[in-house]
């Protein structure tokens, strides 16, 4: 009996000792609850209920001062319109759309409640003010991020949209903050604030500190300053606007220029196959444009073959146009070009036919439609040099895409034997002849390797545009017309007058309108072919010279 009554006290004991284990920690959880939900915490919810939007952007406040790690999550579902509170009870839940309703996550436990109908729910409203509070929150909770990238779009999202706590929270954050760049960001939206401050002596530093600066915002508050009763804040904010100004100008035609040379890259490569077969051969292909097309229509094809990979996709792209137009052009040298030498009018036109049935081909093979070639992640976005100057990375990758395509054409050309004997023939073809060059099979690769290149032009401008039947013909008299200005036959010339004519197309285009200035430019190269009727870089040789 004795060791019956002693299982039964030791089970009495362990029960006791369970009880007692889970009442301390529901005790504790009890209390780091009510710890949690303190009642600043508790009355900024309900200030959130309230219909007048003065008070829900005093409850952001509060909720911020917190410093609750729920804060960041409510204040994100009230800027996406998923905040609720229930009729009934008025519980300040977070809702997620669903078949039968909402989806409901309580916003106090962080427990999921079920779902209820729209009709027994009240949206948290907000306005334009306040969704810029709530962005700016947002952002003031961002600052505690460890990666410096995310705090300084987090200091960028301020701009404009802070209030007197931001700033507060800010100034704190700056005394801890290590990284230069978003230090300097926090500066200057420091500064900016201090322009509204009222105090002439605080106004004065700030417009001496914000000189240089090119964020939006301060120009923008200059530009009310600068009609400023006081005298000497009037006057410093008028000088440091016009510096300002200056600057934006100066990196308005940087910008300008960066497009220019952008359009230009792709009138170089669309021009440049254009340009060898045209000045070895004397072809004047009015399929060019076709062949364009295809190497775009190549990069579309080999992204539905890799969906999952559409970077790579786009590398393999490149050998695979060139190979797809290259072989086509080789075919059309084959059987049309190559019994139509020394006739220019019927090459023109045989060509031109060629082209109809490339396009008529493609909108049997794909449909008339455009189709849209997806951006690798690599090329989104824009490399930002300053708030008034950001480069976008696909522009960038398609210029350094283009010098890296004529550098490798200018070494084919000048290091190998086709290259040699390619210049031999567009010298003296005759000459080539009886030198024992062949000159047929030099016309058939190099027709072949001029279309090659504007199957690569096409990869370019799939990155650009949207791909169709119709993507070549916008490009083919571009084309013709940089090879005329540099010199037919030249890539020197190709490339310096490609660059040349897209500048002076972006240049013009603001004051000109995008038609009017292709006229501009038009009319520029038919009087300057007058004086030079060979281009810039006329060709060399005894050819060139008969």
Request: glycine fraction near 8%; proline fraction near 2%.
């Amino acid at each position: 009996m004795s060791f019956f009554s002693l299982k039964n006290k030791i089970t009495l004991v362990l029960i006791f000792s369970l009880s007692l284990l889970f009442t301390s920690s529901s005790f504790a959880e009890s209390t780091n609850l009510q710890h949690k939900n303190s009642e600043p915490f508790i009355q900024a919810l309900e200030l959130l209920q309230s219909k007048s939007y003065n008070k829900k952007g005093k409850a952001i406040e509060q909720l911020v001062a917190t410093k609750d790690e729920r804060v960041q999550s409510i204040l994100e579902a009230m800027l996406k319109a998923r905040l609720f509170y229930t009729k009934e009870d008025k519980t300040v839940v977070i809702g997620k759309k669903v078949d039968d309703g909402f989806a409901l996550t309580s916003v106090l436990e962080q427990k999921y409640l079920g779902s209820l109908s729209k009709s027994k729910l009240k949206k948290v409203k907000v306005n334009n003010k306040l969704r810029g509070i709530l962005r700016a929150s947002i952002a003031t909770l961002s600052l505690s991020s460890p990666d410096a990238k995310k705090r300084l779009a987090a200091v960028k999202q301020m701009f404009g949209k802070t209030n007197k706590a931001g700033i507060t929270a800010l100034q704190a954050h700056l005394k801890m903050e290590k990284d230069s760049a978003v230090r300097s960001e926090i500066e200057t939206l420091i500064n900016i604030n201090d322009l509204d401050s009222g105090d002439k002596e605080t106004q004065l530093a700030a417009i001496k500190t914000l000189f240089n600066s090119l964020n939006p915002e301060t120009r923008n508050k200059l530009e009310i300053l600068k009609d400023n009763a006081d005298a000497d804040i009037a006057s410093a904010s008028q000088v440091a606007l016009k510096n300002i100004n200056n600057k934006l100008g100066f990196y308005d035609k940087v910008n300008t220029a960066f497009f220019g040379l952008s359009l230009g890259s792709v009138l170089v490569l669309a021009a440049i196959g254009l340009a060898i077969t045209f000045g070895v051969m004397g072809v004047i292909n009015m399929a060019h444009g076709e062949l364009i097309m295809l190497g775009a229509y190549t990069t579309y094809v080999i992204q539905q073959i890799m969906p999952n990979h559409i970077g790579l996709a786009l590398v393999l792209a490149v050998p695979a146009a060139f190979i797809v137009s290259g072989s086509v052009g080789i075919l059309i040298e084959r059987l049309v070009i190559r019994h139509l030498y020394g006739r220019p009018l019927e090459t023109l036109l045989a060509t031109f036919g060629i082209s109809l049935i490339l396009q008529q081909a493609v909108r049997s093979v794909f449909s008339p439609l455009n189709r849209a070639v997806e951006t690798p992640v690599w090329m989104a976005g824009s490399l930002e040099i300053n708030p008034a100057l950001s480069l976008t990375y696909n522009r960038l990758y398609i210029i350094f895409f283009c010098l890296a395509v004529f550098t490798i054409l200018y070494l084919i050309i000048k290091k190998t034997s086709l290259g040699l004997s390619v210049q031999a023939v567009s010298q003296n073809r005759s000459m080539a002849r009886a030198m024992g060059i062949r000159a047929s099979r030099v016309d058939a690769l190099t027709f072949g390797l001029g279309s090659g290149i504007a199957g690569v032009a096409g990869v370019a401008l799939s990155q650009l545009t949207n791909v169709g039947p119709n993507l070549g013909q916008a490009y083919i008299i571009d084309s013709f017309m940089v090879v005329v200005f540099g010199g037919v036959g030249n890539l020197w010339g190709t490339l310096i007058s490609g660059f040349t004519l897209g500048i002076a197309n972006k240049f013009m285009e603001p004051w000109a309108g995008a038609v009017l200035a292709k006229i501009l430019v038009l009319v520029f190269i038919i009087l300057f072919i007058q004086k030079r009727p060979r281009g810039l870089f006329p060709q060399k040789g005894r050819a060139a010279e008969s």
